[in-house]
Every structure is written in structure tokens, then in C-alpha cells.
């Protein structure tokens, strides 16, 4: 039986992916956090009697590599990162160790010990946001102007540097923006979601939000797990775009979402200037190169992502 390795296993994609990899026979192994708490492993409460789980911290060197010794996987899934909340010394240095030392320590704990682990790691379509290309492919020059942009773009050449001159099998995904019912409400699409579900039961009068013109490539988490894994099973490692190819504004969202239970969202949405952002470049994905070379392309589109958020919503069954 392969044994896998999840950083970041009590989140949206840690999660999806535990399940998928359970599925496919694999030993699960998860990461988790010192004090991370009951409450915050919901999303994986229903499988903890099938994963095995390693308390530790992923941005201290002999802690992580102390876990990735003795669980000696065949697959690390380094899906652990952290966005920027508060503008403050001590919150940079915290994104970078997470982000960006996190990585440096598993690649070097892979390369010191001569595993044949081979490694996925998570980027993001934010490496983009400074550029000028639309849509955006695996050629398309990185162009972060955000703290967290930045960190991976910083992972996304360490990877190369690793994979190039040390041999590695590691690969980085750009993923696109992916979401869920298990997504955190502070993201868009699920404050979105939850808030469709308290104005439906009337415990809610008004959302407030910023630019409804902004566009999105939103596609769904459970969707691109699979191609996480896939990427593992080439023959060669190399990195991969993953997203929908499409785009939707804002306005398309409320559309699904009010539609869903019969409502009006104009009724119901103010907008606010503070949550209205600087104009940025469309973040498309241009998954060409995925389809052909993986075979994979996402399932679930656009309507039903939204339908199963707003459904799980109504039903009030999680953070």
C-alpha cells in the first residue's frame, strides 16, 4: 500500500484530496498544526478513523522532516500555505516561513536523505496578477504584486530549482481559483453562499460587497485535487495550469445563487467601497496543456459549483 503525505490536510483541498487518495488505496498521512483543534478538522472529521494524522509544525526544519522520516511516503501533497490578513512585520515573516521555508525544508529533507518521494506543490494563479497576458499559460512570465503572490512565485522556482538540478520528481500546479462548500466564509464565493442561505431563512437582510463587474476563472476543489495526483503519475515531473478556462463576474455569481431560492439579489446587496479593489488583470487559464498531456479537464461546471454551495448552505451542517 503507497503511503501519501498531506500538508494542509484539514483544509478545503487537503480534505477532498485525503478522501480521493483513500479511495485510490493509499495509506493517508496528514499534517496538522500543534493546536489546531477538534472544531478545525470538520472538514475531515468523517474520515479520521481512516487517515493517520502527525502533530507538527511544517515551517520548523527538524520538525517536518522528523514527520516526512517516519512516515517515508511515496507522495507529499504540500497544499499548506497562509494569505495575507494584516499588514504587519510579524504577519510577513509568518506567510514567508509558511510558504516559503515550509517548501525549502521538504525539498532539502527529499534531496539530503535520497528519497524517491516525489512532490506536488501548490502555486497559484496570483503569480500572474502583475502581467499583461490573458490567458495565462505555463509560459506566461510570474508577476506577483502581493505578499502572497510573491511567496509562490519564491515556491514555484524552488520546485524548478530542485526538480532541475538536483533530479527531483516535484512539480508545482498554478491553480486557479477553486471553491467548495468547504471553503473558508472569509473568501468571496462562500460569504457569498452563506450569506444567499441566512437572507433564505430570514436571519439576514443585506450583503454587503465591492465590485460585482470582477471576474473569475472559479472552479471546482473537489476537480482539481485529481489533477494534483495525476501530475504525480507522469513519467516526468513538469508544471501544470489548473483551471476552467472561463471566466464569470460577480453578478454571475449572485445570479446562480439568489436564482437558486427564487430571489431577487438586488434587493439585498449594497455595495461597499471599502471592499472595492484596484482594477486587476483576468486570471484565465489556458489548460491546454493539462488536457493533453494529463487527460484531465474539470467535471463540474460553473451552475452546478454554485448550486452546491448554496445547497449545503441551506442545510447548515458546517463551519
Not at 202 to 212: F, I, K, W
Not at 214 to 219: E, I, K, S, T
Request: aromatic content about 10%; overall charge negative; proline content about 3%.
Amino acid at each position: 500500500m503507497k503511503k501519501i503525505l498531506i500538508t494542509g490536510i484539514s483544509g478545503q483541498d487537503g480534505s477532498y484530496l485525503a478522501e480521493f487518495l483513500l479511495e485510490k488505496g493509499y495509506e493517508v498521512h496528514g499534517v496538522v498544526q500543534y493546536k489546531e483543534s477538534n472544531d478545525e478538522l470538520w472538514r475531515i472529521q468523517h474520515i479520521l478513523d481512516k487517515i493517520i494524522l502527525h502533530s507538527g509544525k511544517i515551517d520548523e526544519c527538524e520538525s517536518i522532516e522528523k514527520i516526512i522520516l517516519e512516515v517515508n511516503p511515496e507522495e507529499i501533497y504540500h497544499l499548506a500555505s497562509q494569505h495575507e490578513v494584516k499588514n504587519t512585520c510579524e504577519n510577513y515573516k509568518s506567510i514567508f516561513s509558511t510558504n516559503v521555508d515550509s517548501l525549502y525544508y521538504i525539498l532539502s529533507c527529499i534531496k539530503d536523505n535520497k528519497l524517491k518521494t516525489r512532490l506536488f506543490f501548490a502555486s497559484s494563479s496570483r503569480v500572474f496578477v502583475g502581467g499583461e497576458e490573458t490567458p495565462q499559460n505555463e509560459l506566461t512570465p510570474m508577476c506577483p504584486i502581493s505578499l502572497y503572490g510573491m511567496t509562490k512565485t519564491v515556491g514555484v522556482n524552488l520546485v524548478r530549482m530542485f526538480r532541475e538540478q538536483e533530479g527531483l520528481f516535484a512539480c508545482s500546479g498554478f491553480l486557479f481559483n477553486h471553491e467548495s462548500p468547504r471553503r473558508d466564509v472569509e473568501f468571496l464565493t462562500r460569504k457569498i453562499s452563506k450569506a444567499v442561505a441566512e437572507i433564505k431563512k430570514g436571519s439576514l437582510q443585506e450583503l454587503r460587497l465591492g465590485d460585482l463587474d470582477a471576474r473569475r476563472d472559479w472552479g471546482f476543489a473537489g476537480d482539481y485535487i485529481e489533477a494534483m495526483w495525476v501530475m504525480l503519475q507522469q513519467e516526468k515531473p513538469e508544471d501544470y495550469i489548473i483551471g476552467t478556462g472561463e471566466t464569470h463576474s460577480v453578478r454571475d455569481f449572485l445570479d446562480c445563487a439568489f436564482g437558486f431560492v427564487g430571489l431577487n439579489w438586488e434587493e439585498y446587496i449594497k455595495i461597499d467601497p471599502d471592499f472595492v479593489r484596484p482594477k486587476e488583470l483576468e486570471l484565465r487559464a489556458d489548460i491546454n496543456k493539462a488536457k493533453k498531456q494529463l487527460g484531465w479537464d474539470p467535471k463540474i461546471k460553473f451552475h452546478e459549483l454554485v448550486r452546491m454551495m448554496i445547497e449545503s448552505d441551506l442545510k447548515d451542517n458546517k463551519k
